[in-house]
């Protein structure tokens, strides 16, 4: 009886090592999509990147140009220009010691389109973008946001700082009167505030969790370069005071903040959103606790994000009384 049951034993493990099957990725490689990305801004030209897709494991491709690639766009509704399109291509220099000298390499490579009409506030765009190598046409839709109604931007209080380098901690508050609706705003430090932090929670979906320990909160916001995006969630049709803060370890700041603050359509907004919660979430801490997050995406019949933003109004404070 005892060897009938060592021989069923391996009777089963052998079946099951015959149903191994080895699966390569390129077997379940997703279809090619057309990649359709672009920033509009009020008072430029339309601009649009159009690409192909790659799967991830694809890490020697380089070129992502389609082929025949055609842009229209459409402006309330009503055809108004065809895209001029032209090749983008950016080589590297690399270094290789067998021959003793530096050759251009291909960094990457893809097809940019630009119109020659000047966009306005209002304005709703619709681009219509095809290619020989895709069958059907990718679409996508932005309106042009009107100029945030921000009223100041001044300093609150200054203090000391009390982490041993000195220097000074000055902390501001951004006026803005909202109109009743749904908003998006952005802030670009352009000069000196490029490493504010904030604890306003008007950034609460932009918080980053670097540590453990802020998984359940406490994090501060950092400036993140042009794009500091956040909602009128809180302040919904009111006038509402933004507060930052940034520490300087000098005791006279010569120079001037300047900080521009627009507006930004849904898609960027929650484009931004998406990504950060793809960096700090799936290769943060708090991956251990999630499901992987899906980055938000516009273009119908393919892939990627065509947005908006309004023109800036800028503020200037000069930083040069303080002592």
Known sequence: MKQLKILSII?????????????????????????VNG??????PARLYVEKSSFYTDEVEKD??????????????????????????????????????????LEYAFVYCEGDYILCEGDALRFEVSSSEFEKTAVAETTMPSAPNAISFDTIRIAGNTDGYGGKTIYFSLVIDDPAGKD????????????????????????????????????NYYANGPYNLFNDSYF???????????????????????????????GLYQFKKSYSSFVTIDDGPM?????????????RNGVGVVCSQSQPVTFSMDLSRIK
């Open 236 to 266: 919904d049709g009111k006038q509402y005071a933004v507060d930052i803060e940034m520490s300087i370890h000098t005791d006279v700041y010569l120079e001037p903040f300047v900080l521009e603050v627009s507006k930004v359509d849904y």
């Open 11 to 35: 009777l089963i493990m052998a079946g099951l090592t015959a149903c191994e099957k080895e699966i390569m990725f390129t077997d379940i490689a997703p279809e090619e999509l057309l990649v």
């Open 287 to 299: 991956g251990l606790f999630t499901e992987p997050s899906q980055v938000y995406s516009n273009v």
């Open 64 to 105: 992502f140009r389609v082929k025949d690639v055609h842009a229209d766009l459409y402006v309330n509704g009503v055809f108004k220009e065809s895209l001029r399109v032209r090749d983008s291509i950016r080589y590297e220099e690399q270094y290789y010691y067998e021959a003793d000298s530096l050759v251009p390499e």
């Open 39 to 44: 920033i509009q801004h009020v008072g430029e």
């Open 184 to 219: 998006y705003y952005n802030l670009f430090p352009r000069e000196g505030l490029e490493g504010f932090t904030t604890t306003d929670p008007v950034f609460a979906d932009f918080m980053n969790v670097e540590h453990v320990e802020d998984l359940f909160g406490g994090g």
